[in-house]
């Protein structure tokens, strides 16, 4: 009855929120520092044509949200506007799109909400990481700058859009003229995130190269290098919602529609999953620095106090010293592995293990369930279910 049980639940949590129409897609547009809803516009008109469906808030303090005092806004405001507007419309499987500073935004709100978000775009963003802001990634320069605006309290004054690649006359006059001071909180407030960047969300970054701003032509170099993001470009500046709005509708349809629950990805993670219970058995030779990539969602509950290779992990290093830890205290009697289910990226495992905890001198035997996510090759996410209590339970000394 509990693996009947087990079973409808998978299959529900697999099949649910899926696209009714598989050609509609829902697009949350965020815009950047001084912006509004209003600069998504021409995109918007574009993929609700096509039969999307399409959200481009404003951002708390800004836009038509000006009124807003800025004390009462930083970064955590907006992750929140966005969070929120998700839950309340109830969207699911949503293309996740942030603009320049709404980098920070979208990342936070992947850490909130992963299961919600089927991609996360990054139009020339910044890529703000656990324990940065949007100003400590800037150059000194405009540090210093900012700096002597926060210390009196004072919203950063915004930058006309021809700094950002707009050209065109009337173009430029109507976004000047809608554009409002970025609440000073907002870049200074540190990003807060409680798992790995993205939180297992497919990663992508738009780089706009001609011309392209330095500090965030730095960032997307580095995201250029790194195997887990996916990487385009567009011939255009900053503010490509206004400068190429059909070029950028066009990529985002593209990159909407490639699906990441295909029978190709399925089967990679498939793979990935097997190769690590290989390794994890001894059949194959191959190390487990191999599958997991550098960044990791790890969980496996339990009393860390009385059982130190529990707990959560975020890196590579850290699920490499787990199975030296799990070697040291854990003798491994049997594990079978009953059923693996994959839906793309993401992968079930359900089994049985028998092991003795050394220090006690006591065996143990539970079902279990490990959760995987496979990005690129690699194993982003690992979470592992046994029936911990009664682990902690028996093993008392």
Sequence with gaps: MKKIFLLLFICFTFGAHSQTNPSSQTFVLVHGAWHGGWCWQDVSRILRADGNLVYTPTLSGLGEHKNTPADAVDLQTHIADIVNLIELEDLHNVVLVGHSYAGAVIAGVADHIPERLSKLVFLDAMVVKDGESALSIQPKETQDFMNKLVVQKQN?????????????????????????????????????????????????YIA????????????????????????????????????VPKELSDLLISLANSKNSNPDNSMSTKNKVNKFYEILSGKSKDSMESIFADEVDWNLPGNAAKFPWVGKRKTKAEVLEFFKLLSEHIQPEKFEVEFIACNGENAVAVGHLTSTILKYHKSFSTEFTAIFKVVDNKIVKYHFMEDSYTLNEMMKE
Aim: net charge positive; charged share 20%; with cysteine.
């Design 156 to 204: 950063v004054p915004p930058v006309s859009v021809a700094e950002f690649g707009v050209s065109d006359s009337i173009k430029m006059k109507w976004a000047n003229a809608r554009l409002t001071p970025q609440p000073y909180k907002t870049f200074i407030q540190k990003q807060e995130l409680k798992h790995p960047f993205g939180n297992g969300v497919p990663l992508v």
């Design 208 to 243: 706009c190269i001609n011309p392209q701003l330095p500090v965030i032509k730095r960032l997307s170099d580095e995201v250029k290098q790194n195997p887990q993001w996916k990487f385009f470009t567009l011939n255009t500046g900053h503010d490509a919602m206004l400068t």
